[in-house]
């Protein structure tokens, strides 16, 4: 067990709706990062906040935002959704900044857009 | 831009035997380096790093990797497979993102590892 959690483990939606992905970091940590894991685009990194603030992003659309609370958890939203959509998403947390620094997994959401 | 290049995405190997997984990639700075292995239905679990130091790493579950620079290369090797091996496994090298000061990771593709019996 990682110390990160992840709700829903699974998500069954149709094409055109918004859902919300939560995660909740290993206490104390204050990195978030969102990962989009499929089969055709292997695992891409999405996007990442630390305390509260967005740090950097990937490839993430603009059909998709995320934020991050004060008591750190973080949310993704995922909107106007497409069947390429499908995927893993996988919620990491970190202590900080450092590049060496273990990013620590949560079980990921399944999300299947119908 | 950071890239990382696993070759072969599906490695067999029999109870016993050495397994190796290979990794390379592409970095204009020391990197950061890590194998992570991911078990069906499960989040990705760190199974070592290489940061800075020796360039043999030792890490969980008796693998171990050796960071070797004029090679690119972060190969994962185990002396001897378990059928508790089967897993994919993923190679990622950490790289800074301008200007934010902070890091994010690069994954390779993945190579599903089988342990026949």
């Known amino acids: 067990d990682s110390g990160v959690t992840q709700t829903p483990k699974h998500l069954i939606t149709a094409t055109g709706q918004r859902v919300t992905l939560r995660c909740s970091p290993r206490?104390?940590?204050?990195?978030v990062y969102w990962y989009q894991q499929s089969l055709d685009q292997g695992l891409q990194f999405l996007i990442q906040y630390y305390n509260g603030e967005e740090r950097a992003k990937g490839n993430i659309l603009e059909r998709f935002s995320a934020q991050q609370f004060p008591d750190l958890h973080s949310e993704l939203n995922l909107s106007s959704l497409e069947l390429g959509d499908s995927a893993l998403y996988f919620c990491a947390s970190s202590g900080g900044l450092a590049g060496g620094g273990e990013q620590y997994f949560g079980p990921g959401t399944r999300l299947t857009v119908t | 831009a950071q890239s990382v290049t696993q070759l072969g995405s599906h490695v067999s190997v029999s109870e016993g035997a050495l397994v190796l997984l290979r990794c390379n990639y592409s970095s204009s700075v020391p990197p950061y380096l890590f194998w992570y292995v991911q078990y069906p239905n499960q989040g990705l679990q760190l199974l070592l790093k290489y940061t800075t130091g020796a360039t043999l790493v030792k890490g969980i579950n008796g693998f171990e990797a050796e960071f070797k620079k004029s090679e690119t290369s972060f190969h994962l090797t185990k002396p001897s497979a378990h059928m508790s091996d089967a897993a994919e496994y993923f190679c990622a090298v950490s790289s800074l993102y301008s200007g934010a000061g902070s890091y994010q990771l690069t994954f390779g593709k993945g190579t599903k590892l089988s342990v026949i019996p």
């Open positions: 206490s104390g940590d204050l990195s």
